[in-house]
């Protein structure tokens, strides 16, 4: 896709013709990686935002207000405190460990962005393995978090990384379970596929959400797992501050420490827009269809439905998490084993057995076939 | 399997939980050794914030005693004033007058509600729900209003004196009063809807370090800890002082309705429904209070007839005893203070053994301890 | 465990979920919610017996330092010689801010009521010196060396009187008279210009001690 960009640019601008094709390719491939990263960035630190606003609203308070108006450039400040200030690094750590660390947690929740289906056109790589991908970069993120847990030398940190490995395995195969119903209706790996086949029938009732009950209910099952991947409330065991202090990244100071939060809202946005996009129809929005639009109204129109849903759906795992308790490790680990894998197996198996029953139709498909 | 697990010896962790850690409740360290996550042992290690109390009683006279009993147990601030006052003046036979017994009474109550709702929300916040210790902290500030409306200060009051109160209600304060419990009333079910009966918090509480009733009386646990093993032991109920007999309340006891009886969820139970029984207590206080002065006659240089003295009041956090000797001199002869948090932490080895790492915060929470009273 | 359970175990879940996020949204959408008041802009009326600090009304304090003995810390200082009219003058009225701990005891026990709480409660200070109240500004020595020359004015106005009047009585019973007072006077001054407010309070302390 790159290269194609690369030669089309070429033809249009005569003087490139000297320049070797791979520095084009190059080029246009660092510009789309930045642009990508400092959405990814700019997002995170409203999501920090965003969070506290929701958690003061919620608790009766006002949440942050002085920096900016109503507080909008809180972010700003936090990041530039962060940057400020002293890096810490234990005297007894595994310096290389625990310096590679965050870098980890942070590649492999940041190189998820790079599937993200944002619009009709507005894809960074539109990888025929799409969701594949997703799910091998952000197992990236439990090796950084164990190593971080390990190199700190600290047992509470310990803990924190030992129960996030121990979680966030568990959880992976939920996640790709309760994600398989999508792949199976689409016949394809690839997120733009995915949202591709989810179109028609007044842009909603096309949705896999709707597709047949089994697919309504895989996609809570998968919202939850997604929840425990991401180690939010009520599946935050790993950072548990009211136990293990703040778990893995509890030696973490100043810029280190905010790779480890940036990480985590860049997580929040990966899973909720693979819920998106496998579920929830991503651009696809009843009675406009952004295909059919201009090229650039079709993209921005197709970003912004994308970016509502989900952060939307973003902003209810802030409500949940400012709602619920939290789990055990051993409940947790019920959770997944007794409830979830067991559950989005019979989903799995229920969503083959129907789309070989009717032949890969939905129940929406059906009822508009017999009108007609 | 077996010969694998043999083949590779694990080693217990040493862990030292505290004295900063965010769900001591202060500085409150307790030495944990785990297998992985499983708690071999927890031994608390208490003496952080020691203070002298007892000591300090003995040279200060017994008026001047007053604002130290505020920083005895600074949520219930207000009932070790009382009890306090109770003492000494079950000592020197002083006799108060009713409507500064009355007085007693509301404050007190509603101080009870305070220092529950602080236990209510600190040990909500503890299983990792934040947003109910804001609710709870909301709540208590509306009673902080009233105390400062009363005697002037939010935390550390020093209203009770020997002999009756400081200063008589401020106007407009039983209305007050009654608006906060019309405010407060409907809460109670709310916090119950919110969390109490969630799935998760009954499953974190459920049958987790459940005390016998046995137990509870063998380790001398008191206060809702004890009724939390149901045993319905209120000195309200059974040993009455001040005006306790006037009114109608239930004393609230663990059912083990979600798990075994007398388990974390029994414990933290009781807590909320006596909030309730201390709005109906101070609802009837608020029908009934006489007219009349607020302070006996008690001689400014006040010197009690020599001889001890051994007084238990029912305290948020249970029975709070002071043992006072006089030698007929200003001061105390000798002062002891029977801290109902220190008694509880007795039976915090026992009951944790086999837990994990985030049942310890539970049964810490669910005690409800205040580490200036253990430490005194 | 049965199918049944299983299914009202999720059953249960769920729905308990759904009762507490339906409260907390509520909190969240309703602004009538929000109780914060914004601190420094905004602020909330003290009540009329809100124990703020502490403030002496010298004019009316009587030196009688029944707030010196009540006080459980030990929190205020106070100096004062007996002026020429026989009454208490005050020479320095220190209260400690550091480590009072506004129970309100002196302001109970305060026979004038010069003593009251005011409602301030503002005051943070790099400085432990600087949380010291200090009421009468000027150096406690120059009033005691004040007091003492008017006192030493009267004492010889008297005494002349007293000459005059009984002029055969002898003049070394006289001279005993006037001594007392200057030597206190002179003894008490150097502590204090050091700057040591305790002394005097200490000195001062003396009679209520006796008592007990």
């Known amino acids: ?372 | 399997m077996k010969a694998r697990a043999e083949a590779l010896p694990t080693q217990e962790m040493l862990i030292n939980m505290g004295p900063q850690h965010p769900s001591t409740h202060g500085v409150l360290r307790v030495i944990l050794r785990t297998d992985g996550e499983v708690v071999v042992n927890a031994r608390p290690d208490v003496g952080y914030l020691h203070r002298a109390l007892e000591k300090i009683g003995e040279r200060v006279t017994y008026a001047q005693y007053m604002p130290f009993t505020d920083r005895l147990d600074y949520l219930a601030a207000m009932n070790c004033n009382a009890a306090w006052a109770w003492t000494v003046e079950k000592l020197a036979g002083i006799e108060v007058p009713e409507r500064a017994e009355y007085i007693r009474v509301i404050v007190c109550e509603l101080n009870r509600i305070a220092s529950h709702l602080i236990a209510f929300g600190s040990f909500t916040a503890d299983m990792g729900a934040f947003t109910p210790f804001l609710y709870a902290i909301r709540e208590r500030e509306r009673i902080n209003d009233l105390f400062e409306d009363i005697c002037g200060n939010r935390l550390t009051y020093n209203y009770v004196r020997i002999g009756g109160v400081s200063a008589d209600l401020p106007d407009r304060f039983l209305e007050k009063t009654k608006e906060f419990l019309d405010y407060f009333a409907p809460k109670v079910p709310e916090y119950n809807n919110l969390i109490s009966y969630n799935k998760i918090f009954v499953h974190r509480l459920a049958n987790v370090a459940a005390v016998t009733p046995e137990d509870a009386v063998g380790y001398g646990l008191t206060g809702p800890n004890l009724r939390g093993s149901g045993v319905p032991f209120d000195l309200r109920k059974n040993e009455p002082y001040s005006v306790y007999p006037e009114f109608d309340f239930d004393v609230c006891v663990g059912t083990g309705e979600r798990g075994t009886l007398g388990d974390c969820f029994d414990r933290y139970m009781v807590r909320i429904n006596e909030m309730k029984e201390s709005v109906r207590i101070v609802r009837q206080a608020i029908e009934q209070i006489p007219e009349g002065p607020v302070m006996a006659k008690v001689p400014r240089m006040f010197k009690p007839p020599v001889g001890e003295v051994y007084f238990r009041a029912e305290n948020p956090r249970g029975e709070t005893g002071i043992y006072l000797i006089s030698d007929g001199t200003v001061n105390p002869y000798r002062l002891k203070i029977r801290a109902p948090s220190f008694v509880t932490m007795g039976i915090f080895e026992k009951i944790t053994k086999g837990l994990m790492i985030a049942d310890v915060v539970a049964v810490i929470g669910s005690f409800d301890i205040i580490l200036p009273e253990i430490d005194r | 465990m049965g199918l049944k359970d299983y299914l009202y175990d999720i059953w249960e879940a769920v729905a308990t979920t759904a009762k507490g996020m339906r409260i907390t949204a509520r909190y969240g959408v309703d602004p009538r919610e929000t109780i914060t008041l914004q601190y420094p802009e905004e602020r909330w009326e003290p009540s009329e017996r809100f124990r703020g600090f502490l403030y002496n009304d010298i004019k009316t304090c009587t030196s009688c330092t029944m707030c010196v003995r009540v006080c459980p810390v030990d929190c205020i200082s106070l100096e004062s010689v007996r002026g020429a009219d026989k009454k208490m003058v005050l020479a320095s009225y220190d209260i400690d801010l550091g480590r009072c701990m506004y129970c309100g005891l002196c302001v109970e026990v305060c026979p004038p009521k010069s003593l009251k709480h005011t409602s301030g409660y503002e005051k943070a200070s790099v400085d432990r010196g600087e949380l010291i109240l200090h009421f009468i500004h000027e150096d406690a020595g120059e009033i005691k060396a004040r007091v003492a020359k008017q006192v030493a004015e009267a004492a010889a106005k008297a005494e002349a009187e007293k000459a005059k009047a009984e002029s055969e009585k002898p003049e070394a019973e006289m001279a005993k008279d006037g001594d007392p007072d200057s030597r206190a006077a002179q003894k008490d001054a150097p502590p204090l210009a050091g700057g040591n407010p305790e002394g005097g309070g200490a000195a001062e302390k003396k009679p209520g001690e006796e008592k007990e």
């Open chain 1, 1 to 372: 896709m790159m290269e194609s960009l690369a030669i089309s640019l070429v033809n249009a601008v005569p003087v490139l013709s000297g320049v070797p094709l791979w520095t084009i390719t190059l080029l246009i491939m660092v510009m789309v990686a930045a642009v990508v990263l400092t959405f990814a960035l700019t997002y995170s630190g409203l999501a920090t935002y965003v969070e506290r606003k929701v958690a003061g609203d919620i608790q009766a308070r006002v949440g942050p207000n002085r920096v900016g108006p109503v507080g909008i450039l809180q972010f700003l400040a936090d990041g530039i405190k962060l940057l400020l200030k002293e890096d810490i690094i234990p005297a007894k750590a595994d310096r290389f460990l625990f310096v590679l660390a965050p870098y980890l947690v942070f590649v492999g929740s940041f190189a998820a962005f790079v599937v993200v289906p944002f619009g009709v056109g507005l894809i960074a790589s539109d990888l025929n393995i799409g969701i594949y991908y997703v799910m091998a970069i952000t197992s990236l993120v439990v090796v950084g978090v164990m190593l971080a847990g390990w190199s700190s030398n600290n047992k509470w940190a310990l803990l924190g990384g030992m129960r996030a490995a121990a979680q966030i395995v568990s959880y992976e195969i939920p996640v790709g379970m309760a994600l398989l119903p999508a792949v199976l209706i689409a016949g394809s790996l690839s997120l733009q596929d995915i949202v591709r086949s989810q179109g028609g029938l007044f842009g909603i009732f096309g949705w896999n959400l709707f597709h047949n009950p089994f697919t309504f209910l895989s996609f809570f099952l998968y919202y939850v797992a997604a929840l425990a991947e991401t180690n939010r409330t009520p599946f935050d065991i790993p950072e548990a501050e009211s136990e293990l202090v703040s778990g893995y990244h509890v030696e973490y100071s100043g810029i280190r420490f905010a790779f480890f939060f940036l990480a985590e809202y860049g997580d929040m946005f990966v899973v909720s827009a693979l819920a998106t996009a496998c579920f929830l129809g991503g651009w696809h929005v009843p009675f406009l269809d952004a295909e059919a639009l201009p090229a650039l109204w079709g993209n921005l129109f197709s970003l912004g439905v994308f970016l509502g849903k989900t952060l939307s759906l973003v902003v209810l795992m802030m409500w949940i998490r400012w709602t619920l308790p939290r789990l055990r490790v051993d409940q947790l680990m019920r959770v997944a084993w007794k409830y979830l894998v067991p559950l989005t197996f019979f989903n799995l198996l229920g969503v083959s057995l129907w789309l070989l029953l009717f032949h890969g139709k939905g129940i929406p498909q059906m009822i508009a076939s017999l009108f007609g």
